[in-house]
């Protein structure tokens, strides 16, 4: 079992950064998506990151901006988000799977709350 609880989201204009965090605990070795879902729209697939941290891959739209990384001593992952766009605003969520990197967000075992991140023109 696998408790993930995300924080970090706010409130920011155009071109400002932002880390989320996703402070886990239970159950070791998994990977790590992020995942965001804007109003009337599908979830979608961010960021993973492997257990050692060793593999990520990102989605285009977020590719050169985003950064996901991982530190297993504490439990914790983080995603670091530059140059943020108004696109960019969603509900961002935190998964884990024991398993392979997947962009699938059915194949995630565990999910947390969400966080919101708001970016302003």
């Known amino acids: 079992q696998v408790q993930l609880v995300e924080s970090g989201g706010g409130l920011v204009q155009a071109g400002a950064s932002l880390r989320l965090t996703c402070a886990a605990s239970?159950?070791?070795?998994?990977?790590m998506g992020w995942f965001r879902q804007a109003p009337g729209k599908e979830r979608a697939f961010v960021a993973v990151?492997?257990?050692?941290?060793?593999?990520?891959y990102y989605a285009d739209s977020v590719k050169g901006r985003f950064t996901i990384s991982r530190d297993n001593a504490k439990n914790k992952g983080y995603l670091q988000m530059e140059s943020l766009k108004p696109e960019d605003t969603a509900v961002y969520y935190c998964?884990?799977?024991?398993?392979?990197?997947?962009?699938?967000?059915?194949?995630?075992?565990?999910w947390g709350q969400g966080t919101q991140v708001t970016v302003s023109s």
């Open positions: 990151i492997n257990w050692a941290g060793t593999l990520t």
């Open positions: 239970g159950q070791a070795f998994y990977s």
């Open positions: 998964a884990a799977r024991r398993g392979p990197l997947t962009t699938r967000a059915g194949e995630y075992d565990y």
